[in-house]
């Protein structure tokens, strides 16, 4: 075995670990079991104060986090659930403002049914209802994103402007310039054919 082949053997002898140790290993304090007609795993992480949704074994088929402390989801969390068929997530204090909606999109594609019992606790505006109701107006526009979303695109237009601006001027100055360069050739040539003439007539008189 040469060193290539070792490094490679060894990257994916690592690799192979890693993909065990998150398909397999059970979130602290939570409770694992594996179902035996399938290969899933029932994970019961409910009632443990949890305040933020731990990493997920991707064989997770039952999912319980109910009466927890859980405020949000981070969006993407549940995205490499692939098999997941059933999970609870009421009871916990739900801050539905607009960082909620990937929750409220996931749940609409897994199951209505657990939707159906998710409710709010914060902002006051949408406290105690049921998120499955709530509009795109409720959950509201992430204000903290908005102005500097918006003041992105201030600026920008504001460079756009002024440089429309400063064409506008320069496009009119240089028309300007040009027509008087234009006035002054026509009025050389007009000075010069004058004075040939002039020339020629007084030519012409002295020769009578
Ligand atoms: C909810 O969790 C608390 C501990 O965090 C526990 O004391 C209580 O009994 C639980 N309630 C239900 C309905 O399971």
Redesign the pocket.
Known sequence: MNKAEFIAAAGFAISLLFHVIQTEVCPPSCNCKPLEETKGLQIDCS???LKEVPALPINTKRLYLQ?NSLTTVSPGAFDSLLSLEEIKIFDNPWNCDCHILYLKLWMEDLSESSLANIRCATPAAVRMKPLKQLTGNELGICKRLLPIKSLEFFWRDLVLIAAATVTVILLGWVLKFSKKLVCQIKLSQYVSRRSLLQRHISKSYKLQ
Request: proline share 0%; aromatic share 0%.
């Open positions: 009632s443990r104060k009466n």
